[in-house]
């Protein structure tokens, strides 16, 4: 770590314009597309439905971060003889 100190930029914590730019920019489209978006799914086959639709989850709800159990598990010895 370099102990310098931290010249222009954002501060931490300051959201970044860009992205919350480009946020608002896809969220426009797909409002204004709606009625599209659904009677494209409406013409997919079931799975293909299905799979879009769990692909478009991952845009609408956020992933959890896995959880790290403080115990840590002890490995096991490899050896290997060549």
Known sequence: MNNRKKHGGRTKGTPNKQTAKIKEVVHSLLADNIDQLQNDLDLLEPKDRINTM???????????????????????DITIEI
């Open 54 to 76: 769990l692909k478009l989850l991952d845009y609408a709800i956020p992933k959890k971060k896995p959880e790290i159990e403080e115990e840590t598990e002890e490995l096991a």
